[in-house]
């Protein structure tokens, strides 16, 4: 079980890192956020935050089962 929620919470920081833009050089960022859109900015963090969120907790209660 513990497993199953520490996969789950490194899975998602990693898809939130992907929405939000975490690993790319500043050129990159500067093009993309010049290349795109409003709403899809808004899509992209609201996506990046809710996947953030869940890998959060999804690593807490990995960390909470594990110490009982």
Do not use: P
């Amino acid at each position: 079980m513990v497993q199953l929620f520490l996969i789950m919470g490194i899975l998602c920081i990693l898809i939130s890192g992907i929405f939000i833009g975490a690993w790319t050089d500043g050129k990159q960022q500067r093009a993309n956020f010049h290349s795109e859109t409003e709403e899809h900015r808004d899509f992209r963090t609201k996506i990046a935050m809710y996947a953030g969120l869940a890998g959060v907790i999804s690593l807490a209660i990995s960390g909470f089962i594990y110490l009982l």
